[in-house]
T-cell receptor, first 111, second 113 residues
Framework: SQQGEEDPQALSIQEGENATMNCSYKTSINNLQWYRQNSGRGLVHLILIRSNEREKHSGRLRVTLDTSKKSSSLLITASRAADTASYFCATDPNAGNMLTFGGGTRLMVKP | NAGVTQTPKFQVLKTGQSMTLQCAQDMNHNSMYWYRQDPGMGLRLIYYSASEGTTDKGEVPNGYNVSRLNKREFSLRLESAAPSQTSVYFC????????????FGNGTRLTVT
């Protein structure tokens, strides 16, 4: 079963707008990671946030983590057409060795 | 630097046929993984190898076998393919530090008819 669940499943925005994706999970975690997947390609790691961190930035990406609500969000600011991709959260649980992925959010950025 | 290389890129099998998916990494990573990706299901872990010489079952191991041939190579075998195994298969590797991200190959798209 999936540990993480992304919301929304699909998102369509105009270039220049911000995109926000959410991830909820079920059990305690060591860290949470976000990945991007372009069509027909493998996943690429974007950012990792540890369980004792609340916010992290990387370029136009901002990730927040709320362990009390077991949720995370990924914000992409000033989106570009090249940001069109699927975005996945993955959780590293306290118990076990398996990094578990959610079903992903499909983001389309229209030029 | 090639990273994680998977072969073949595409494969069509008939029900009952067997095949081996190959994966190699050149990053000297300790851990390697096989995932399958189905629409709306995200990625599900089939098997993983935390280090050379060890393999463990993931979430969906039934119908698959794996071999960690050496530190670089981790193969996935389907002994008797079934239509339910139609999927995109991804190999990944990591240094196996808990804080290290996974590095993925570009996948093998398998269709079983």
């Amino acid at each position: 079963s999936q540990q993480g669940e992304e919301d929304p499943q699909a998102l369509s925005i105009q270039e220049g707008e911000n995109a926000t994706m959410n991830c909820s999970y079920k059990t305690s975690i060591n860290n949470l990671q976000w990945y991007r997947q372009n069509s027909g390609r493998g996943l690429v790691h974007l950012i990792l946030i540890r369980s004792n961190e609340r916010e992290k930035h990387s370029g136009r990406l901002r990730v927040t983590l709320d362990t009390s609500k077991k949720s995370s969000s990924l914000l992409i600011t000033a989106s570009r057409a090249a940001d069109t991709a699927s975005y996945f959260c993955a959780t590293d649980p306290n118990a076990g060795n398996m990094l578990t992925f959610g079903g992903g959010t499909r983001l389309m950025v229209k030029p | 630097n090639a990273g994680v290389t998977q072969t073949p890129k595409f494969q069509v099998l008939k029900t009952g046929q067997s095949m081996t998916l190959q994966c190699a990494q050149d990053m000297n990573h300790n851990s390697m993984y096989w995932y399958r990706q189905d629409p709306g299901m995200g990625l599900r872990l089939i098997y993983y190898s935390a280090s050379e010489g060890t393999t463990d079952k993931g979430e969906v191991p039934n119908g698959y076998n794996v071999s960690r041939l050496n530190k670089r190579e981790f193969s996935l075998r389907l002994e008797s393919a079934a239509p339910s195994q139609t999927s995109v298969y991804f190999c990944a590797s990591s240094p196996r530090d808990r804080w290290s991200p996974l590095h993925f190959g570009n996948g093998t798209r398998l269709t079983v008819t």
